[in-house]
């Protein structure tokens, strides 16, 4: 028993069918970049450049998944965990971005797939977590309206392949990141520091979503399709008070960016001051082809916002007063009332929708001791979050799953390997896998979730 257990009571305010799972990305687990026909994508190139990420780590062998799904599996049984997102590396399917397919990389994710289902995983498939092929970045990658179509096409492909068995289907993650990390503070593939870049990356992002949307729909396979954002509450520090500017234009900035366009067909007009005015790469019927109907909205959520207006700082007009006294490792603030206010608005401001929360988690400087990793601080992060989730669906938020990020520690962007978000531990010299006290936590709550809806 641990002083961070959930009681039965909260526990039954999540539904008999809620997914509890786990989530990874292609590029940060898989590893065997030079396997199965794979192509290069932006961030091979990327990490490889040197001085974009930390120790000048890459994903070229990570935590080896591409040879070891199978273990992961059966250990991901053990844990309970019968829910995992996942993502497709575009670069296998179609090595250059398009033309014909691969079909080593066909059949590596049918193999994939089949040892999820055999293990009594469902799987969630997320179609671009980050990895775009680097033959389609040459040709001027997202911010080539072509890269659209491409991608419409790679989604098609994947949806023909593995839909009689991916019933739960993301077309992006986090769009904000691709856009603004990617083009704006170029801390991410493909490494650029231009507004107007990360102004037209975002809605050619957009639009291919609304796209894949619409073939999904086409092929009439009877599962279900939405959009992963990375979103975060925005609070002012006096509400009341110029304070309130700040949180109008970093709610804009962080969330409606994404949110508007895709669940009311415009973007917000602050955004011209913000960011800039998106010039030239919109066409006249490209806001109802993203603003789609969705079968649910991914949620990523890590951490909360605090602000406080400053007349001096354009053009954010912020100061970041986030209270420090919890933070992770990544220096992320937490709080689980964060999660639990951003569902309620979301339900307030876009009308009702399911949502999965397709991300949460933390990362710490874990340490293994004789094959344990006590994360006491990690445990009571997950506690903390699940348990905003059930005060939200009380209030009625229909929220249907949540996948902690992540199944195991891997590669994280520009931060390599020096950040561990896994439950379960991963010893880069061998290989070998540890479930973290966290695990075994998250694998004792679902089973008594499973027993408290038996009957
Ligand atoms: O590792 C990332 C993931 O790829 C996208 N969402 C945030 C995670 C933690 O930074």
């Not at 014909?100 to 089949?114: K, S, T």
């Not at 994404?258 to 998106?278: H, N, R, S, V, W």
Request: proline content about 4%.
């Amino acid at each position: 028993m641990s002083s961070f257990d959930l009681s039965d009571e909260i526990l039954k305010k999540l539904p008999k069918h809620f997914h509890f799972g786990t989530a990874a990305a292609a590029y940060q687990v898989e590893g065997a970049v030079n396997e199965g026909g794979r192509g290069p994508s932006i961030w091979d190139i990327f990490s490889s450049t040197p001085g974009k990420t930390r120790n000048g780590d890459t994903g070229a062998i990570s935590v080896d998944h591409y040879h070891r799904f199978t273990e992961d599996f059966v250990l991901m049984r053990e844990l309970n965990i019968k829910h995992y997102r996942f993502s497709i590396a575009w670069s296998r399917l179609f090595p250059m971005g398009s033309g014909l397919i691969n079909q080593q990389g066909v059949d590596f994710y049918n193999r994939l797939l089949d040892s999820m289902l055999e293990n009594g995983i469902t799987p969630m498939a997320t179609l671009y977590h980050w990895d775009l092929p680097q033959a389609l970045q040459d040709l001027g990658g997202w911010e080539n309206r072509d890269t659209v179509y491409r991608f419409q096409e790679y989604a098609d492909a994947a949806f023909r392949a593995f839909g009689d068995r991916v019933k739960n289907w993301i077309t992006h993650n986090e769009p904000w990141c691709v856009s603004v990390l990617g083009n704006l503070t170029g801390e991410h593939a493909p490494g650029f520091h231009d507004a107007q870049k990360a102004l037209t990356v975002a809605h050619h992002v957009l639009l291919s979503h609304g796209l894949a949307v619409q073939t999904y729909r086409g092929l009439n396979q009877d599962g279900q399709i939405g959009i992963t954002l990375n979103l975060t509450p925005v609070y002012a520090q006096t509400p009341g008070s110029d304070d309130d500017k700040a949180v109008v234009i970093n709610d804009v900035f962080s969330n409606r960016w994404f949110l508007d366009p895709i669940f009311k067909a415009q973007y917000p007009k602050e955004m011209t001051q913000i960011i800039g005015e998106l010039k030239n790469a919109i066409s006249i019927d490209d806001l109802a082809t993203i603003a789609q109907p969705i079968d649910f909205l991914g949620v990523n959520y890590y951490q909360p916002l605090v602000v406080r207006y400053d007349e001096n700082a354009a053009p954010f007009y912020t100061e970041n007063v986030t209270p420090q006294d919890r933070v992770t490792s990544m220096g992320w603030p937490i709080s689980g009332d964060g999660l639990r206010d951003l569902l309620l608005r979301l339900q307030k401001d876009y009308g009702t929708c399911p949502f999965y929360i397709t991300e949460n988690g933390a990362a710490y400087s874990d340490q293994l001791e004789q094959g344990h990793v006590h994360d006491d601080e990690r445990v009571h992060y997950l506690s903390d979050h699940v348990l905003a989730i059930a005060e939200a669906r009380e209030q009625g938020v229909d929220v249907r799953g949540y996948y902690v990020w992540s199944f195991i520690d891997n590669f994280e962007w520009a931060w390599g390997y020096d950040q561990r978000f896994g439950i379960v531990y991963c010893d880069y010299a061998t290989l070998q896998r540890y479930p973290k006290d966290s695990a075994w936590w998250y694998a004792k709550h679902i089973s008594r979730h499973q027993n408290l809806h038996m009957y």
